[in-house]
């Protein structure tokens, strides 16, 4: 399956349990699995995270993120001091 720049989406990461959580998009719960993420997320709970949609593994269940991975916030680039 081939995805493209327009099947990615942007979110945020709500819940971790271990191996597998879920990413608040559109006000949906999106289902992600540990083996689904580029690299290990560096983001905490509530940091934003891009991904791709598949097809759910279980049939007649929502599609599932894959292609996880972290986004930079824009309030962390905006440290500095205005002394």
């Known amino acids: 399956m081939e995805f493209t720049k327009a099947d990615y989406k942007t979110g945020q990461l709500i819940k971790w349990f271990g191996s597998w959580g879920f990413i608040l998009h559109e006000r949906r719960h999106i289902f992600v699995h540990l083996r689904k ?28 993120a894959c292609r996880v991975r972290a986004l930079r916030s824009d309030a962390s680039e905006t440290q500095g001091g205005a002394a």
């Open 37 to 64: 993420l580029l690299r290990w997320l560096h983001s905490e709970l509530g940091g934003k995270v891009g991904f791709e949609l598949m097809p759910a593994v279980v049939y007649g269940k929502p599609p599932q």
